[in-house]
């Protein structure tokens, strides 16, 4: 089901090479492959700005509710509160086990300013602001997804966010009670049903209803990310956060069901890339047997199929030094290390969005429960990007603080720099002060 390849074979590296510039988000793919996607954004963008909520209500009903109205758009508090009041215990404990094992971790990471610089007459520091608002997308049509609101909005709400706005599609989903009592039990006030790109567009520019954000951050589909993409600047924005991805990095000491069962996992998100990186052809041959296995109890087994057959791969090379630099190419959103020695892997593994060490650590561990965010950019985008935490709300800003002891030690390079440069107003704001 999922194609081997060997790396030893050059037509085998050119397959693998093809399926990694599949992913990789390239110019060319943004600017003019996309273009209808592109203009399809642009067009929804345009709209909002222009009909506000009558401009989201067109595209509820077009995409999740024919009936849906802009009375619907607010969710009203009472309707938290009273879905809090109809889930299971049992997945009630689960949720709030979920917000606080988050909230310790997003807390436990949270920067502090450190010590100034001193030098005669001069300190110099740095200090972490938050943002005054945030605005927190996750999707809602395929499934419930209140483990992406929690791994959201909870890192806004430690780094100190005043003003924390979810949105999610009015779908039966984004409507679902799970959904609404995690609002409930975060304690959020500001939920809206928007879906898409007119989702993102709400939260930038602000409607009757929706207002307006600092920063979008949230996983989505490719028009919510291009939607993201066009608004930098408008807004703050975190990534390209995409479709689910796993690469496994294992040799024979690995078990081979863990990995099947890891690899399923990402690929029933539909769309999801699975990739495992090997030097055993016996191992690779037992996670195929495996995979079969599995999926074949499984419900969404169209999908998983579709996702393991066209965009993903088993890599053999009896070379770690080439599998790691496969590894550190694919950059990819989530990464599980099963060998002998995980730590030394662990140390030449450059790019990840999350690393999961050891057979006992499943991806779904940091899916729903162990603390670190699982909204994690994908696409190779691992290269230079980081998932979402509590400093992805906060801005450093520096602090200068000058005696005049301090300003004359360094005037004379101030002047002369400024009056190079041609910017004598420059050099005279120092003089004076002398």
Not at 65 to 83: G, L, N
Not at 115 to 134: H, I, M, N, Q
Not at 179 to 193: G, S
Not at 389 to 402: D, P, Q, T
Request: with cysteine.
């Amino acid at each position: 089901m999922i194609p081997t390849l060997q790396l030893s074979v050059p037509a085998d590296r050119a397959r693998a090479a093809a399926l990694l510039d599949r992913l990789r988000l390239k110019p060319a793919d943004v600017v003019l492959q996309q273009q209808q996607d592109v203009a399809a954004v642009m067009a929804i963008l345009a709209d909002v700005a222009k009909r506000g909520d009558d401009a989201i209500v067109d595209s509820a009903r077009k995409f999740d509710d024919p009936a849906f109205t802009a009375e619907q758009i607010r969710v009203a508090p009472e309707e938290m509160k009273a879905a809090h009041g109809r889930i299971p215990a049992e997945q009630m404990s689960a949720l709030k086990r979920s917000i606080a094992q988050v909230r310790e971790y997003q807390q436990h990471i949270l920067p502090q300013d450190p010590e100034p610089l001193k030098r005669p007459g001069v300190e110099l520091g740095l200090r972490y602001t938050p943002l005054d608002s945030a605005g927190c997308y996750f999707p809602g049509g395929k499934a419930a997804y209140p483990s992406s609101l929690i791994m959201l909005s909870v890192p806004a709400q430690v780094a100190g966010v005043k003003r924390v706005v979810v949105c999610t599609p009015p779908s039966k989903y984004g409507k679902s009670d799970l959904v609404l009592a995690a609002c409930h039990e975060l304690k959020l006030t500001d939920v809206y049903r928007a879906g898409g790109a007119a989702a993102i567009a709400a939260m930038a520019f602000g409607t009757k209803t929706i207002p307006a954000v600092d920063k979008i951050v949230g996983p989505g589909n490719r028009y919510v990310q291009l939607a993201k993409r066009a608004l930098a600047g408008v807004v703050g924005i975190d990534g390209f956060l995409g479709p689910s991805e796993i690469l496994v990095l294992a040799d024979d000491t690995a078990n081979p069901a863990f990995i099947a069962a890891d690899l399923i996992a990402q690929a029933e998100h539909d769309p999801g890339s699975c990739f495992l990186l090997t030097d055993s052809e016996k191992l690779a041959a037992a996670v195929t047997a495996e995979i079969e296995k599995q999926v074949a109890a499984l419900s969404r087994i169209p999908a998983l199929k579709k996702s393991l057959v066209n965009d993903s791969a088993i890599l053999i090379s009896e070379s770690w030094d080439e599998l790691l630099d496969w590894g550190n190419a694919f950059a990819a959103e989530h990464v599980n290390i099963q060998t002998k020695d995980d730590d030394a892997i662990l140390a030449k593994l450059r790019h990840g969005g999350a690393i999961f060490v050891g057979p006992y650590s499943p991806v779904a561990a940091g899916d729903y429960i162990a603390g670190p965010s699982h909204c994690l950019p994908t696409n190779t985008t691992a290269r230079f990007s980081s998932g979402i935490s509590a400093i992805e709300f906060m801005k450093r800003g520096s602090v200068e603080r000058y005696d005049r002891e301090g300003l004359a030690a360094d005037a004379q390079a101030i002047i002369t720099l400024a009056h190079a440069e041609g910017l004598d107003g420059h050099a005279a704001s120092v003089a004076v002060r002398l």
